[in-house]
């Protein structure tokens, strides 16, 4: 709930176990008081405190001490009188850019609105959450700022986001629209972010923080591989079961900027939001500009704690569609398996494989449209390729309808192909700056998805392949960044409004297709995992993690995005050794036991497997039908961190903890090892389970407070997994 107490003027946002608190200065000022586990206090005013500091310069005349550099703000700006990173700038029509926000009026009503054109979390009965809007205003300008902010009490959970409204009668230039800020009055934190590269996404760092500004962002026009749009600041004695930790998650897939600025007095400015960098936004009188949401989380129960948080909420509360609260069909992609060198009949062998082996979807990869038999063309012309597909699409389509699996396609929408007819009829239908070069990415350019026609063509195009055969699922990939971000229908001042515009372009159109057809099922992709944010999660409920599936490449991949991103999200397949990526051998079973970590399926070619291998298969493919809904949706618990060491260990407990899953893996041999075990995490203290495969009884207390036994395993590269069961 949210309420205002008039007497101290302090608003309160309570979630079951949380408070966050700021309060309204007679100045007009919004000064932020708290946020953490829940507290009542009868007069919050005592949290804040300032005393007047050299060369921080006084804002009040009647209050010498009040400084906006040294006050905790909710959404500062620059210019009058604070030094900090602003969460705002603003140019105005006579070219200054010093403007300052007051309160002008708040209103806090049941639900939460959806944010106009852009992905966001939602509710579904009007009081799963309660939302505050303030309304802020710089009164020379007239330009004003809506705060809002919403509670999702259940879940935990606070979103951000501020809408500007030009209420004056000039126009404006929006230069950094930040979609919140908290500062901290102290700045003992460490900061934790998921930064990598292609196929290494997501890995876990962790550092104090220190004076000065550290930030993660991209300027890549896609939320990236480099680094995922979080960070979360953690008590330096946090761990993962244990301490304060504050996340904050971006709904956005484009340019973004996390940062933290410690300053001279040992306070922590946390602000998320679109890159100011590279951006502008002409703001017209009337017009309005609305920033992306910032989910956030705080946990006192360690990272664990607030990573089951993010699941719970994006899992129900982003993720849309009929395939939500489905279990995820079983699936075999021939990527791996055939690059781009298939015909009909090779694809018909690996599904009748597939479907022998007890799978359920096939998805037909890059390569199937135009001429595309490499990566240099083609992109743009969705239309089959007879020489691979004489028969066409649709007749494919049946032969895998007609044994028994469904069929699922790949696209790669946002581009063009320079050798391709779009592009030969539409070249300037392509992100490009006049008179420069285009630079090629995987010789492919972007489509200038800012422009409404060339949403509308696209569109137009998937549908018709969509609409020409009973296709179910649909792997949409992105693989290159941005370069040269210019749109040709843009008059100059607005060049720099391209990258945003292309994204609520690409927001449109993914509504428009997934809305357009409901039964099937999306997995976004960008040359594996570089648009893993929760943008893309709104429209599509699963994405492909990292084009690495080596088996312990992906224990680092999948245990980082596990930090934010729920299970059912993670795509994880079992593919050929030696590995295509690392060219590392592992075993069929330890590759099986990654990706059943995940959403699982297959990338290889099934007809190559021996006789045992099928067995093997056969029997994952059999025990993921029994867990896929212990893994797709219970609660996650990470155990043993394979960036600490030379093992990794999660498991998966049902809401009810009658049902329990531990997965154990083994990085390289050891020689007299030290006999160990593993201590496991969120099951009932006083319940019996049994372990399913040995039909062994253990009490739920010393499972957890003394551990389970971790065998022998011999080899590098080992799993072993536990099936547990409660006794009634
Ligand atoms: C990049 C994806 O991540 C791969 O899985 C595959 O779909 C290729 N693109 C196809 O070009």
Same mark, same amino acid.
């Given at each position: @709930?949210?309420?205002?107490?008039?007497?101290?003027?302090?608003?309160?946002?309570?979630?079951?176990?949380?408070?966050?608190?700021?309060?309204?200065?007679?100045?007009?000022?919004?000064?932020?008081?708290?946020?953490?586990?829940?507290?009542?206090?009868?007069?919050?005013?005592?949290?804040?405190?300032?005393?007047?500091?050299?060369?921080?310069?006084?804002?009040?005349?009647?209050?010498?001490?009040?400084?906006?550099?040294?006050?905790?703000?909710?959404?500062?700006?620059?210019?009058?009188?604070?030094?900090?990173?602003?969460?705002?700038?603003?140019? +105005?029509?006579?070219?200054?850019?010093?403007?300052?926000?007051?309160?002008?009026?708040?209103?806090?009503?049941?639900?939460?609105?959806?944010?106009?054109?852009?992905?966001?979390?939602?509710?579904?009965?009007? !009081?799963?959450?309660?939302?505050?809007?303030?309304?802020?205003?710089?009164?020379?300008?007239?330009?004003?700022?809506?705060?809002?902010?919403?509670?999702?009490?259940?879940?935990?959970?606070?979103?951000?986001?501020?809408?500007?409204?030009?209420?004056?009668?000039?126009?404006?230039?929006?230069?950094?629209?930040?979609?919140?800020?908290?500062?901290?009055?102290?700045?003992?934190?460490?900061?934790?972010?998921?930064?990598? %590269?292609?196929?290494?996404?997501?890995?876990?760092?962790?550092?104090?923080?220190?004076?000065?500004?550290?930030?993660?962002?991209?300027?890549?026009?896609?939320?990236?591989?480099?680094?995922?749009?979080?960070?979360?600041? +953690?008590?330096?004695?946090?761990?993962?079961?244990?301490? *304060?930790?504050?996340?904050?998650?971006?709904?956005?897939?484009?340019?973004?900027?996390?940062?933290?600025?410690?300053?001279?007095?040992?306070? %922590?400015?946390?602000?998320?939001?679109?890159?100011?960098?590279?951006?502008?936004?002409?703001?017209?009188?009337?017009?309005?500009?609305?920033?992306?949401?910032?989910?956030?989380?705080?946990?006192?129960?360690?990272?664990?704690?607030?990573?089951?948080?993010?699941?719970?909420?994006?899992?129900?509360?982003?993720?849309?569609?009929?395939?939500?609260?489905?279990?995820?069909?079983?699936?075999?992609?021939?990527?791996?398996?055939?690059?781009?060198?298939?015909?009909?009949?090779?694809?018909?062998?690996?599904?009748?494989?597939?479907?022998?082996?007890?799978?359920?979807?096939?998805?037909? !990869?890059?390569?199937?449209?135009?001429?595309?038999?490499?990566?240099?063309?083609?992109?743009? !012309?969705?239309?089959?390729?007879?020489?691979?597909?004489?028969?066409?699409?649709?007749?494919?389509?049946?032969?895998?309808?007609? @044994?028994?699996?469904?069929?699922?396609?790949?696209?790669?929408?946002?581009?063009?192909?320079?050798?391709?007819? +779009?592009? &030969?009829?539409?070249?300037?239908?392509?992100?490009?700056?006049? *008179?420069?070069?285009?630079?090629?990415?995987?010789?492919?350019?972007?489509?200038?998805?800012?422009?409404?026609?060339?949403?509308?063509?696209?569109?137009?195009?998937?549908?018709?392949?969509?609409?020409?055969?009973?296709?179910?699922?649909?792997?949409?990939?992105?693989?290159?960044?941005?370069?040269?971000?210019?749109? %040709?229908?843009?008059?100059?001042?607005?060049?720099?409004?391209?990258?945003?515009?292309? @994204?609520?372009?690409?927001?449109?159109?993914?509504?428009?297709?997934?809305? &357009?057809?409901?039964?099937?099922?999306?997995?976004?992709?960008?040359?594996?995992?570089?648009?893993?944010?929760?943008?893309?999660?709104?429209? @599509?409920?699963?994405?492909?993690?990292? *084009?690495?599936? !080596?088996?312990?490449?992906?224990?680092?991949?999948?245990?980082?995005?596990?930090?934010?991103?729920?299970?059912?999200?993670?795509?994880?397949?079992?593919?050929?050794?030696?590995?295509?990526?690392?060219?590392?051998?592992?075993?069929?079973?330890?590759?099986?036991?990654?990706?059943?970590?995940?959403?699982?399926?297959?990338?290889?070619?099934?007809?190559?497997?021996?006789?045992?291998? &099928?067995?093997?298969?056969?029997?994952?493919?059999?025990?993921?039908?029994?867990?896929?809904?212990?893994?797709? &949706?219970?609660?996650?618990?990470?155990?043993?961190?394979?960036?600490?060491?030379?093992?990794?260990?999660?498991?998966?407990?049902?809401?009810?903890?009658?049902?329990?899953?531990?997965?154990?893996?083994?990085?390289? %041999?050891?020689?007299?090892?030290?006999?160990?075990?593993?201590?496991?995490?969120?099951?009932?203290?006083?319940?019996?389970?049994?372990?399913?495969?040995?039909?062994?009884?253990?009490?739920?207390?010393?499972?957890?407070?003394?551990?389970?036994?971790?065998?022998?395993?011999?080899?590098?590269?080992?799993?072993?997994?536990?099936?547990?069961?409660?006794?009634?």
């Amino acid at each position: @709930m949210i309420y205002f107490d008039p007497l101290t003027k302090s608003f309160h946002l309570q979630t079951n176990k949380t408070s966050y608190i700021f309060q309204l200065l007679n100045q007009g000022y919004l000064a932020h008081l708290y946020w953490g586990r829940r507290i009542s206090p009868p007069d919050p005013s005592y949290l804040l405190r300032y005393v007047g500091r050299a060369f921080s310069p006084s804002t009040d005349p009647s209050d010498l001490n009040l400084s906006l550099d040294t006050l905790p703000q909710e959404y500062p700006g620059y210019g009058t009188s604070d030094f900090r990173q602003p969460a705002y700038q603003v140019q +105005l029509h006579n070219g200054s850019t010093a403007i300052e926000f007051l309160y002008k009026s708040h209103r806090i009503f049941q639900g939460k609105p959806k944010l106009e054109g852009l992905p966001a979390t939602y509710v579904e009965n009007q !009081d799963e959450a309660t939302t505050l809007e303030v309304h802020l205003q710089d009164s020379i300008s007239g330009l004003s700022v809506l705060l809002s902010y919403t509670v999702f009490e259940e879940l935990n959970a606070i979103t951000r986001s501020v809408r500007f409204i030009n209420e004056g009668k000039d126009p404006l230039r929006l230069l950094r629209v930040q979609s919140m800020n908290i500062d901290f009055h102290h700045a003992l934190f460490d900061i934790l972010h998921l930064s990598g %590269a292609w196929a290494k996404e997501r890995w876990v760092y962790r550092q104090p923080l220190r004076p000065g500004i550290q930030s993660v962002e991209s300027r890549r026009g896609a939320s990236s591989h480099q680094h995922n749009p979080f960070i979360a600041l +953690l008590d330096p004695n946090a761990t993962e079961d244990t301490g *304060d930790v504050y996340g904050f998650s971006l709904v956005y897939s484009g340019n973004f900027l996390a940062s933290v600025e410690v300053d001279q007095y040992s306070t %922590a400015r946390v602000s998320l939001g679109i890159n100011p960098f590279d951006f502008s936004w002409l703001l017209e009188p009337g017009e309005e500009f609305q920033t992306p949401e910032v989910v956030m989380v705080y946990s006192p129960e360690g990272l664990g704690g607030m990573s089951r948080i993010y699941h719970r909420l994006y899992r129900t509360r982003l993720c849309r569609g009929v395939y939500r609260d489905q279990v995820r069909p079983i699936l075999v992609n021939n990527w791996e398996a055939t690059y781009f060198h298939f015909n009909e009949d090779k694809l018909c062998q690996i599904a009748e494989q597939a479907k022998e082996l007890g799978i359920e979807l096939f998805v037909l !990869d890059d390569g199937w449209f135009g001429q595309r038999d490499n990566d240099r063309t083609s992109l743009g !012309d969705w239309i089959v390729d007879r020489k691979k597909l004489p028969n066409g699409l649709e007749s494919l389509v049946q032969r895998i309808n007609d @044994m028994g699996l469904q069929f699922g396609l790949w696209f790669e929408p946002e581009m063009v192909s320079p050798e391709s007819e +779009l592009y &030969k009829n539409h070249p300037d239908w392509c992100l490009h700056v006049p *008179d420069r070069r285009r630079t090629e990415s995987r010789w492919q350019l972007i489509l200038d998805f800012s422009r409404e026609e060339v949403c509308d063509a696209v569109i137009k195009m998937v549908s018709d392949v969509l609409t020409s055969a009973p296709i179910r699922y649909v792997k949409w990939d992105m693989n290159r960044h941005m370069t040269e971000i210019g749109s %040709a229908a843009l008059p100059s001042e607005r060049q720099r409004e391209t990258a945003h515009r292309y @994204m609520l372009g690409l927001y449109r159109v993914m509504e428009e297709i997934t809305s &357009k057809f409901p039964h099937i099922l999306f997995e976004g992709c960008s040359g594996g995992g570089g648009r893993f944010d929760p943008g893309i999660l709104y429209y @599509m409920s699963q994405i492909w993690t990292s *084009d690495n599936s !080596d088996a312990i490449e992906r224990l680092k991949i999948q245990y980082g995005t596990s930090i934010v991103y729920p299970i059912s999200t993670i795509g994880a397949h079992v593919t050929a050794v030696p590995n295509h990526q690392v060219h590392r051998v592992t075993s069929l079973k330890t590759r099986g036991d990654v990706a059943m970590s995940g959403n699982f399926g297959y990338e290889l070619d099934l007809t190559l497997l021996t006789a045992e291998e &099928k067995d093997l298969v056969r029997q994952q493919v059999n025990q993921y039908k029994e867990i896929r809904n212990l893994v797709q &949706k219970g609660e996650f618990y990470r155990l043993l961190n394979p960036f600490t060491g030379n093992e990794c260990a999660w498991m998966f407990v049902s809401d009810d903890q009658c049902e329990a899953l531990v997965f154990y893996f083994k990085v390289l %041999a050891q020689p007299n090892e030290p006999l160990k075990r593993l201590y496991l995490k969120g099951l009932d203290p006083n319940a019996l389970y049994e372990w399913i495969e040995s039909g062994e009884i253990y009490g739920g207390d010393s499972l957890m407070y003394a551990g389970i036994n971790i065998p022998f395993l011999h080899g590098d590269f080992t799993s072993f997994v536990w099936r547990l069961k409660k006794r009634n």
